[in-house]
Every structure is written in C-alpha cells, then in structure tokens.
C-alpha cells in the first residue's frame, strides 16, 4: 500500500520561510502528478501548487511568486519551499499523488496525514 509521509511544517514569523517535503513508500509503478493542497481552519481544503513528471506546474493564485513546488522522479518525493509568509497561509498542509501501483492497475488518489504550518508573531 502507497504511503505519503510529509515533514517540515512548523512555527514561522511572517515573512519567513519553510520547505515542505513528501515521501512515498511501497510500491509505485507511475505516478503523476504530485501536489500540495492546504486546509485553513472554518475553510475548503485548496490546492496549492501541483506538478507533472515532466515539470509542469500549477500555482494556487495566493502563492504565485512566493511558493515553489518541485520533485524529484528517481525518489518519487515533492517538495514545496515557502517563502514570504504570510499569516493567511496558516494551515494543515496536505501532500497528494495521482498513483498507479502497477500497470494492471488503476489510478488512485493518495493522500498523506497533513503537516501543520502557523505563521505568527
């Protein structure tokens, strides 16, 4: 069974900076695309930014300019670096992956557990 694993959220002041980083584990035949979506206390989960194998990417408007998604095919990890926070980009921060397990298979949304982001003074 595929597993997402997230890590690098934490405690910023506004205007700081933190790397988001997802794993996966077991068995993975393809996988495309991986992508970043938040979930705001009282508000929708949202996507935050996606990319395809072959480096495509999608931002969420709110990000544009100060968040990059990136990832790495050999590892199958996504990362997000987030830079110029703000207090509005308090969230749980969920990594997700379109995946095949093998090629008899069908694709799946996987998602990991969320990782906690606060932008405070």
């Known amino acids: 069974q595929v597993q997402l694993v997230e890590s690098g959220g934490g405690l910023v002041q506004p205007g700081g900076s933190l790397r988001l980083s997802c794993a996966t584990s077991?068995?993975?035949?393809?996988?495309?695309?991986m992508g970043w979506y938040r979930q705001a206390p009282g508000k929708q989960r949202e996507l935050v930014a996606s990319?395809?194998?072959?480096?495509?990417?999608n931002y969420a408007g709110s990000v544009k300019g100060r968040f990059t998604i990136s990832r790495d095919n050999a590892k199958n990890t996504v990362y997000l670096q987030m830079n110029s926070l703000k207090p509005e980009d308090t969230a749980v921060y969920y990594c997700?992956?379109?995946?095949?397990?093998?090629?008899?298979?069908?694709?799946?949304?996987?998602w990991g557990h969320g990782a906690q982001v606060t932008v405070s003074s």
């Open positions: 997700n992956a379109v995946i095949r397990a093998s090629a008899a298979t069908k694709w799946d949304h996987v």
């Open positions: 077991g068995s993975i035949f393809s996988i495309d695309p």
């Open positions: 990319i395809t194998s072959g480096g495509s990417t």
